[in-house]
T-cell receptor
Framework: DAKTTQPNSMESNEEEPVHLPCNHSTISGTDYIHWYRQLPSQGPEYVIHGLTSNVNNRMASLAIAEDRKSSTLILHRATLRDAAVYYCILHTGANSKLTFGKGITLSVRP | DAGITQSPRYKITETGRQVTLMCHQTWSHSYMFWYRQDLGHGLRLIYYSAAADITDKGEVPDGYVVSRSKTENFPLTLESATRSQTSVYFC???????????FGQGTRLTVV
């Protein structure tokens, strides 16, 4: 399975944009890029996914590099509630498994 | 209630005892998963199921047994609990044609 690499942690200020990077240099053509986040004491929750084009939803934006070897999750205005562990995962429709790495821990300063 | 629910939320058991963690989803999703989460290891896949009566091993299946006689239920059994199985366990489900997985709130299991 193709793997992803994320920094261990990142800090941001409340109400400022946050860019969470993810490297996936061995991504295959059928791999979707997924982001999940896990708030303290909760199960992971889906944030966004994309294949080639940039994606926006109510929670975040996903910017995908043209060669697809990296991507960035963008939180446009961080809130204290966005403090969580964010996981970048590669997943194919044909592959039923979701394999999590250690993710990146986002801290938000008031 | 709609969604995915795990029970119990907290469990303390003794070494050597059998314990079963329950997972129930109301969406009739084809895929279901069991993960464990430990400090320093993140989420690790234990077992998963693509449909009723179809299960497969994940990364860390030793010491666990699963079954899936009905689409909506995916129980995880520790046949003889060990201290190393102290962890937080998460169940998840996903529809066959969808990419988004939905997770339960977790079961915190302590083996003493």
């Amino acid at each position: 399975d193709a793997k992803t690499t994320q920094p261990n942690s990142m800090e941001s200020n409340e109400e400022e944009p946050v860019h969470l990077p993810c490297n996936h240099s061995t991504i295959s053509g059928t791999d979707y890029i997924h982001w999940y986040r896990q708030l303290p004491s909760q199960g992971p929750e889906y944030v966004i996914h994309g294949l080639t084009s940039n994606v926006n939803n109510r929670m975040a934006s996903l910017a995908i590099a043209e060669d697809r070897k990296s991507s960035t999750l963008i939180l446009h205005r961080a809130t204290l509630r966005d403090a969580a562990v964010y996981y970048c995962i590669l997943h194919t429709g044909a592959n039923s498994k979701l394999t999590f790495g250690k993710g990146i821990t986002l801290s938000v300063r008031p | 209630d709609a969604g995915i629910t795990q029970s119990p939320r907290y469990k303390i058991t003794e070494t050597g005892r059998q314990v079963t963690l329950m997972c129930h989803q109301t969406w009739s999703h084809s895929y279901m998963f069991w993960y464990r989460q430990d400090l320093g290891h993140g989420l690790r896949l234990i077992y998963y199921s693509a449909a009723a009566d179809i299960t497969d091993k994940g990364e860390v299946p030793d010491g666990y047994v699963v079954s899936r006689s009905k689409t909506e239920n995916f129980p995880l059994t520790l046949e003889s609990a060990t201290r190393s199985q102290t962890s937080v366990y998460f169940c998840a489900s996903r529809p066959s044609q969808g990419l988004e997985a939905f997770f339960g709130q977790g079961t915190r299991l302590t083996v003493v």
